[in-house]
């Protein structure tokens, strides 16, 4: 069954492939809306039958392995691709363009899929080429300019990323004499002060520093989020980056490479380092999509942060952060399209007021908005709340400190973004807008429900679920 | 086959290892210092040699030869793709600017 | 010592790459490391690995350095007059850093814990590949229709530029 998650979307790319009528090529961006429901439909129930039907008949694939937090990251994943086709919907005209992102989303899917559930830090990275060699063409996708330019630079970053991770596997292989999980796991925990496993940890958790854009190894990050079009900007910061880098770490750290002090102090470093000058850089952007890729930045700094403060708090703390994160960035960037479908542009000293204009776009950004800031009772305030407990429990009083007040700049930099493109009198050249058609707001709407839902449920989902992801890895 | 004349005893390993980090860091280099993008294309093709050097080194010396071959053919096709997209974006690139020129990809500074 | 000199050769012919003048020569100078680390990968027991780095790295990459190379030549010239100003004292300091990380490496290199060569010795390659490792042939598959429908967006729609 689990092996079935990534068989589909290849199935299904093949089926989009196929020689066939004009008709049938129009509709099949029907394919990845079906795929990203069932799969939203299927991990909603996690306990049903159907996760281990089929396993033991030997029809799966090696290496794969579904746990809490893949499931939950199966979730998201299945959320972000519908909601990002969706909208290529409404914003990918061209027939060809929208069958190219159709092929492409469909095997990104399957990567990221693949990504959460494997167990083989070799196959894992097979997966991750796959992610990112999609996410390069669908940068590129429109052909622009800036786009290449952005592609350009996340193919050499990533290129960068790429061989430290090798470099660590081939490491980590000699030592281990193989490159599952258990493996590696088990000759780590032997051999946790030898230099030389020490040496491909740290070039491993870069790699994946590279790849999850935290701050000095950011440069391709805010390039390739503003560039690329709306529904590949929506896939990008709302899954893929959260996915190939940060997720790939939580479950590196958590259960292979250990919680040892020196990759604790590590990550809290760089997590404080990122939210700090991820928020400030943030506070001078001009322009819509990048402001909400530094943001994005600094969000994901908290959740390093946690993975840093350590055990079943810390890494519950991070999941649950990583889980908002990819709600409610991904409905700001939703936002950002619907902005700049209506308006044309991306440049918040042109716009203002749009509140009037637009009022589900203003009224539901407020809600991420809120949400990002950890504002209770919605979803970001819980998450935030759990990193920060878990931080003072593991006694760093200083990076509690970082935490607390750099969400007060992340406060601010939303204040200005509201007020400059929401609130306010209308801007010359705003008259005539109009609200965005269902296709975008749908979307938005939905997840706005989500983050309130959580938000509000969060006492529940705390014990059932989020704790239980905790303690089990 | 010539290995027990030539590596030396205790841990061969770090005699790859050293070319191979040479290797990797002479791609490295170049990518950082060119300004050329083909160049750049160049230098993520030594890194991925050296990558493989550790790879194939590791599975020769815990005799897992079958294994790490099969990771170098993954790796291979896995690289090629790759290098082939780059190349997709660096043509894409030069057809729009008409430049190859490193220094020109900075409109999207701030 | 063969494979001292196998190894030197490889690291120079790298050398060699980055420092050529022409962007052709270079092409040509990572075929050749291609092809040195072929003769490296046979003597370290891997020949089909050999095979695929000979046939695909030195052979496939190759021609796709030297088509995006002549498709783009107009730029080539000029890039590569002003591109690349001082051009081998750029490198000396790769050379120092080479240097310090050799001998550091040395230095730190010495109590790797090595895995034992009798655990899993005598895994056949292709019960390795298709057995053992069926995830990374499924992977390869979908990396493979990826780069296929990366190269139709890329180089399929060029004409519609122009």
Not at chain 1, 266 to 290: C, H, N, P, T
Not at chain 2, 13 to 24: A, E, G, K, M
Not at chain 3, 126 to 145: I, P, S
Request: net charge positive; with cysteine; aromatic share 10%.
């Amino acid at each position: 069954m689990t092996s079935l998650l990534l068989i589909l979307p290849l199935a299904g790319f093949i089926l989009a492939n196929l020689p066939a009528g004009r008709a049938f090529r129009r509709m099949c961006i029907v394919l990845p809306l079906v795929l990203s429901a069932v799969q939203v439909l299927l991990t909603l129930f996690p306990k049903a039958s159907w996760w281990t039907a089929g396993n033991a008949a030997g029809l799966s694939l090696g290496f794969l392995r579904i746990d809490g937090i893949s499931m939950l990251m199966l979730l998201a994943i299945g959320l972000v691709v519908f909601a990002s086709s969706l909208i290529s919907t409404a914003t990918v005209r061209d027939e060809r363009k929208n069958r190219s992102f159709v092929n492409l989303v469909l095997l990104s899917l399957l990567g990221m899929n693949g990504v959460v559930m494997v167990t083989d830090i070799f196959t894992l990275y097979v997966f991750l080429e796959i992610v990112s060699v999609c996410s390069f063409v669908l940068i590129a996708l429109q052909r622009e300019q800036a786009m290449f330019e952005g592609a350009f630079k996340y193919v050499v970053l990533s290129a960068v990323a790429t061989m430290l991770m090798l470099t660590s596997i081939g490491i980590l292989f000699l030592c281990a004499g193989g490159t599952s999980f258990t493996d590696l796991s088990s000759m780590i925990a032997r051999n946790h002060a030898d230099y030389t496993v020490v040496f491909a940890i740290l070039m491993f958790i870069v790699g994946l520093f590279i790849k999850g854009g935290i701050i000095p190894f950011h440069g391709w990050l805010p390039d390739a989020y503003s560039s690329a079009a709306a529904p590949v900007s929506i896939l990008l910061a709302g899954i893929v980056t959260k996915v190939s880098g940060v997720y790939t770490l939580i479950r590196l750290v958590v259960e292979v490479f250990g919680a040892t002090p020196k990759t604790s102090q590590v990550l809290l470093f760089m997590g404080a380092l990122s939210i700090v000058a991820g928020a400030l850089a943030a506070l001078g952007q001009k322009d819509f999509k990048r402001m909400l890729a530094y943001s994005s930045i600094s969000q994901v700094g908290y959740i390093i942060l946690s993975l840093g403060a350590g055990g079943a708090l810390g890494i519950a703390g991070a999941v649950f952060h990583l889980f908002n994160h990819t709600i409610f960035k991904t409905q700001l960037f939703i936002n950002a399209a619907a902005v700049e479908a209506q308006t044309g542009s991306r440049d918040l000293d042109a716009m203002g007021g749009l509140a009037s204009r637009m009022p589900v776009t203003g009224a539901t950004s407020v809600v991420a908005l809120l949400s990002a800031a950890g504002i209770p009772p919605l979803a970001g305030f819980w998450s935030k709340l759990v990193i920060v407990v878990a931080l003072w429990k593991a006694g760093h009083p200083v990076y509690l400190a970082v935490a607390v007040l750099a969400s007060l700049l992340t406060l601010a930099y939303f204040l200005v973004l509201q007020r400059k493109v929401f609130f306010g009198t209308v801007a010359p050249g705003c008259d005539s807008v109009k609200e965005a058609g269902w296709r975008i707001t749908g979307p938005s709407v939905a997840f706005s429900l989500i983050i309130i839902a959580v938000g509000v449920a969060v006492p529940f989902l705390l014990d059932t679920i989020l704790l239980p992801i905790g303690r089990m890895l | 086959m010539m290995s027990e004349a030539i590596v030396p005893a205790g841990n061969p390993f770090w005699t790859y290892f050293i070319f191979s980090v040479l290797l990797i860091l002479t791609g490295l280099y170049c990518i950082t210092v060119t300004r050329n993008l083909i160049r750049v294309l160049i230098g993520m093709e030594l890194m991925t040699k050296g990558a493989t050097l550790i790879l194939a080194a590791a599975g020769y010396l815990t005799g897992n030869t079958g294994v790490s071959q099969a990771l170098i053919i993954t790796l291979i096709v896995v690289e090629v793709v790759v290098i082939a997209v780059a190349a997709g974006i660096v043509i894409g690139w030069y057809r729009k600017t008409g430049s190859l020129d490193t220094s020109a990809m900075n409109s999207l500074r701030g | 010592m063969l494979l001292m000199i196998l190894l030197t050769l490889l690291v120079g012919i790298g050398f060699y790459a980055v420092l050529s003048k022409t962007l052709l020569k270079a092409a040509i100078g990572l075929g050749a490391v291609s092809a040195a680390l072929t003769v490296l990968l046979f003597s370290m027991d891997s020949p089909l690995a050999a095979v695929f780095e000979l046939s695909v790295c030195a052979g496939l990459i190759t021609v796709i350095f030297v088509s995006v190379i002549s498709m783009t030549k107009a730029a080539a010239p000029r890039d590569q007059k002003e591109a690349e100003p001082n051009h081998y004292l750029k490198y000396l300091p790769l050379l120092a850093t080479g240097a310090i990380v050799f001998c550091a490496m040395r230095y730190w290199l010495g109590d790797a814990p090595v895995a034992q060569a009798t655990v899993t010795a005598g895994v056949d390659v292709r019960h390795a590949l298709w057995d053992l490792r069926g995830t990374d042939v499924f992977a390869q598959l979908a990396v493979l229709f990826s780069g296929v429908s990366g190269v139709i967006v890329l180089f399929k729609e060029l004409k519609h530029d122009e």
